[in-house]
């Protein structure tokens, strides 16, 4: 499985971001696609989570209500919208990909992009 995530930036406050990750290497019907962030000093931090089959999605509280995730089969693609974005989601946000049940456990994903940086100011 490979992933490449892109779309990382600087932007203001208020602003929005879509942050993308293609996927490939094999048919991704039984998968879940998420998102994780991970600021300095801080740990791996789950963001949005979504089922490649039926689009069942689970967000964390903090971004739950101003981020969006979805998939496009077409494209092997999942996205990121983030909205309203506010200088505490300043982070490398990772796209990855596990087998299974949607779940919010980093260490349960084993595969992972390589990062984008994403940079709110105020």
């Known amino acids: 499985v490979q992933l490449q995530a892109c779309g990382g930036g600087l932007v203001q406050a208020g602003g929005s971001l879509r942050l993308s990750c293609a996927a490939a290497g094999r048919t991704f019907t039984n998968y879940v696609m998420a998102w994780f962030r991970q600021s300095p000093g801080k740990e791996r931090e789950f963001v949005a989570a979504i089922t490649w089959n039926l689009g069942r999605t689970i967000y964390s509280d903090s971004v739950k209500g101003r981020f969006a995730i979805s998939r496009d089969h077409a494209e092997n693609t999942v996205y990121l919208q983030m909205n309203s974005l506010k200088p505490e989601d300043t982070a490398v946000y990772y796209c990855?990909?596990?087998?299974?049940?949607?779940?919010?456990?980093?260490?349960?994903?084993?595969?992972w992009g390589q990062g984008t940086l994403v940079t709110v100011s105020s």
């Open positions: 990855s990909a596990r087998e299974g049940n949607i779940v919010s456990v980093p260490n349960l994903y084993p595969h």
